[in-house]
């Protein structure tokens, strides 16, 4: 058994520091201040967010883009509270232009329907999806414009982080958990590896998208809007494909409130992971596993074998500084400086039964998205 840890252990230490470096080796892009050339089409998929939709909108009117090379296509999902009418009162009398529509359910996937909906009223090429509970920063639409300028995208993935108001340990544990996540996507593309991306930030033509038939093949999954149209396009422009490094590109979410709402956006997370066609991704999902795995069995096994003592608690130390590694790396990128990392050890000690637990409720449970109930 401890051969077979150590094993794990040390391929994990490899994968870690390969993102590491990969963070490294992806240099930050900075504004150059550029006329804007490109028009977008930013889609935002609702449902029931009257109580998030105030900051969202604020940062929209703040885009310091021209306000006729960008459209906003609010897509309501069935909500049965104000939030459409919140959307008009806050911008009928703006020169924004936006609509709200009706999302059109053809398949078990909202989020992806609604996607799909709004493209067919996208009146520009390039599209950029978010959550209607973001805050979009100034220069967003002002960055992507410049980036694909300069790497001919035809998708960009965009930086993605929560906003944190308090210091409870519930936060920082999220706070921790994303860290890691957008550490693996950027760690990701930086080893020319890339398996991640968030929805709440990601940009893409249209006409590639419509190409390769959008969501087809995948809409029988409830998630996934954005890691399987990424795996998409990156089998078909491996080349094309490109994170937005820049912390003026960052979009913020807030961090959700309770411990049930954590587990149910992790299994939703989860359930869709079996399904991701891209090698790396599995990968990376099966060595993540088997080390959370292998780190419980650590915890167990420093009481109850005692001859290979050290040899745990060798194998646990090394996988919570090589994890303390890669989230201070990436949260100086996101923040400025690592202050942000609280509760890293207690967090550290409970991310393996948390992991494990949300893998085994998935496989065993459905799980509530958007007041809707959804299985795997």
Known sequence: ????????????????????????????????????????????????????????????????????????????????????????????????SYSVISNLR????????????????????????TDADCTLP????????EFSEMNTSVMMVGPVMYSTNNSSFLENFQLLDFLSLQGATLGGFGIKKPFLCNGANLAYKKT??????????????????????????????????????????????????SWKELIQQRMRWAAKSSSYTLGMGKFVGIIVL????????????????????????????????????????IAVFYTGNSQKIKAYLLGSLLYPFFSTYIIFKTLTSSYTWKERIFKR
Not at 106 to 129: E, L, R
Not at 139 to 144: E, I, K, P, R, T
Not at 246 to 256: F, Q, W
Not at 297 to 322: A, E, H, P, Q, R
Request: net charge neutral; glycine share 4%; hydrophobic share 45%.
């Open 208 to 257: 590639v998208f419509l190409e390769l038939n959008g969501f087809q093949g995948n809409d029988n999954i409830a998630s996934g809007d954005d890691i399987f149209l990424f795996e998409k396009f990156y089998k078909k422009h491996p080349n094309y494909v490109h994170f937005l490094k820049s912390n003026k590109a960052i979009v913020r979410t807030n961090a959700l409130k």
């Open 290 to 329: 088997l080390m959370n795995l292998a780190f419980i069995i650590c915890m167990l096994g420093i009481f109850n074998d005692l001859g290979n003592s050290i040899n745990y608690l060798y194998c646990m130390l090394l996988k919570v500084g090589v994890d303390f590694i890669l989230i201070k790396q």
């Open 1 to 96: 058994m401890i051969t077979l840890i150590i094993s794990i252990t040390t391929i994990y230490l490899i994968l870690i520091l390969s993102f590491s470096y990969g963070i490294k080796k992806n240099k930050e892009f900075k504004e150059q201040k550029k006329p804007a050339i490109r028009s977008f089409s930013i889609i935002i998929p609702f449902r029931n967010e009257a109580t998030n939709l105030q900051e969202l909108l604020n940062s929209l009117l703040q885009l310091n883009y021209a306000k006729n090379k960008f459209e906003c296509i609010f897509v309501d999902d069935d909500s049965t509270d104000t939030s459409s009418e919140i959307i008009h009162k806050y911008l009928s009398k703006t020169e924004l």
């Open 138 to 145: 100034n220069s967003w639409l002002q960055l992507f414009d």
């Open 106 to 129: 053809t398949s078990a996937s909202p989020k992806k329907d609604a996607i799909n909906t709004a493209i067919q009223f996208a009146n520009f090429d390039w599209i950029i999806t």
